[in-house]
């Protein structure tokens, strides 16, 4: 997949008839997928070379409309979720306010026509951009008469019930029903985060933990035990992780940790990508370390009972 990062990048690359689609794409879900496959259809159908184009970083973070943004992925995830879409080229352009004051009709003509050689527009159905967000379907629809590109807009598709979009599945993800928010996303929910020591209160009772240091933005889901793997060093483990705080300790502290099965070793790794395969039981403060540590085995009797049956 081509990256082409910022507006001068594009113009020395020098795109040509370009079937495009604009969006900020965070999650990469299923209803992103049904936009970059019809994006990938009408490539092929008009002979066309299918571009996405994206913000960084993502326009609530800049423009703070509606209070702070808890994004489903970071930059760097949402590259890697849209190289195993299949478009080829990813047009990357900074985010700020000066970009956000471009009137739509501008961004459609500066931009995506002169500068991207744009011959279709896919769109999904409740997008907007621009300035005020003023660039919905209905005036993209007008725009396309006039300036000699097709349009294309992508319905709505619902999922158990769950609109296939970003902050539905937020919310689902940070107080909701954690499958069904898989289910939208189209994949487990993963978090990417820099390895950390912890206060080794795990080994302790047993249960030594990989403890990780969450980006800045990145959404933590419901916080409970859940049944994991954790991929560093080039391999991938089992095992159960951990979201929340140390209730049982008075400790206040957002933990996210994950203890290992059957590991032993040393971890050479700075990072690691803790994915999480289902969610086993909310937050409880216990009376004891060994009544806490009763139930960390109970718990993983529980995962691995359930992580062999997947198996």
Same mark, same amino acid.
């Given at each position: 997949?081509?990256?082409?990062?910022?507006?001068?990048? $594009?113009?020395? =690359?020098?795109?040509?008839?370009?079937?495009?689609?604009?969006?900020?794409?965070?999650?990469?879900?299923?209803?992103?997928?049904?936009?970059?496959?019809?994006? *990938?259809?009408?490539?092929?159908?008009?002979?066309?070379?299918? =571009?996405?184009?994206?913000?960084?970083?993502?326009?609530?973070? $800049?423009?703070?409309?509606?209070?702070?943004?808890? *994004?489903?992925?970071?930059?760097?995830?949402?590259?890697?979720? *849209?190289?195993? &879409?299949?478009?080829?080229? =990813?047009?990357?352009?900074?985010? +700020?306010?000066?970009?956000?004051? %471009?009137?739509?009709?501008?961004? =459609?003509?500066?931009?995506?026509?002169?500068?991207?050689?744009?011959?279709?527009? $896919?769109?999904?159905?409740?997008?907007?951009?621009?300035?005020?967000?003023?660039?919905?379907?209905?005036?993209?629809?007008?725009?396309?008469? +006039?300036?000699?590109?097709?349009?294309? $807009?992508?319905?709505?598709?619902?999922?158990?019930?769950?609109?296939?979009?970003?902050?539905?599945?937020?919310?689902?993800?940070?107080?909701?029903?954690?499958?069904?928010?898989?289910?939208?996303?189209?994949? +487990? %929910?993963?978090?990417?985060?820099?390895?950390?020591?912890?206060?080794?209160?795990?080994?302790?009772?047993?249960?030594?933990?990989?403890?990780?240091?969450?980006?800045?933005?990145? *959404?933590?889901?419901?916080?409970?035990? %859940?049944?994991?793997?954790?991929?560093?060093?080039?391999?991938? %483990?089992?095992?159960?992780?951990?979201?929340?705080?140390?209730? &049982?300790?008075?400790?206040? &502290?957002?933990?996210?940790?994950?203890?290992?099965?059957?590991?032993?070793?040393?971890?050479?790794?700075?990072?690691?990508?803790?994915?999480?395969?289902?969610?086993?039981?909310?937050?409880?403060?216990?009376?004891?370390?060994?009544?806490?540590?009763?139930?960390?085995?109970?718990?993983?009797?529980?995962?691995?009972?359930?992580?062999?049956?997947?198996?």
């Amino acid at each position: 997949m081509k990256v082409i990062s910022g507006l001068s990048n $594009v113009e020395s =690359v020098g795109l040509r008839n370009v079937a495009a689609t604009l969006g900020t794409f965070d999650g990469v879900h299923l209803g992103h997928r049904k936009i970059i496959e019809t994006l *990938l259809r009408i490539g092929a159908e008009q002979d066309l070379n299918p =571009v996405l184009v994206t913000f960084n970083p993502h326009p609530q973070l $800049v423009l703070g409309r509606k209070g702070p943004t808890e *994004l489903l992925t970071t930059f760097d995830e949402k590259m890697k979720l *849209l190289e195993d &879409t299949g478009v080829e080229t =990813v047009v990357v352009l900074e985010f +700020n306010r000066q970009l956000a004051s %471009y009137p739509p009709e501008d961004f =459609v003509r500066e931009i995506l026509l002169k500068k991207l050689d744009m011959k279709a527009l $896919v769109f999904g159905y409740d997008h907007a951009f621009g300035k005020d967000r003023a660039g919905n379907r209905e005036l993209l629809e007008e725009i396309s008469k +006039n300036n000699g590109f097709t349009f294309t $807009v992508v319905p709505e598709y619902k999922i158990d019930g769950l609109t296939l979009k970003s902050t539905p599945i937020r919310k689902e993800l940070k107080l909701g029903d954690y499958k069904r928010a898989v289910a939208a996303l189209g994949y +487990n %929910y993963f978090i990417t985060g820099k390895i950390v020591k912890g206060h080794g209160v795990g080994k302790t009772m047993g249960y030594p933990t990989v403890n990780l240091a969450v980006p800045s933005g990145k *959404l933590l889901p419901r916080e409970g035990v %859940y049944a994991a793997t954790a991929r560093f060093d080039g391999r991938k %483990y089992a095992g159960m992780a951990y979201i929340g705080q140390r209730l &049982t300790f008075d400790d206040e &502290t957002l933990s996210v940790e994950i203890n290992l099965f059957d590991f032993s070793g040393r971890i050479e790794a700075d990072t690691a990508v803790l994915e999480l395969l289902g969610f086993i039981r909310p937050p409880a403060k216990f009376s004891s370390p060994d009544e806490l540590a009763k139930n960390i085995r109970e718990d993983e009797k529980v995962i691995r009972g359930r992580i062999n049956q997947e198996e």
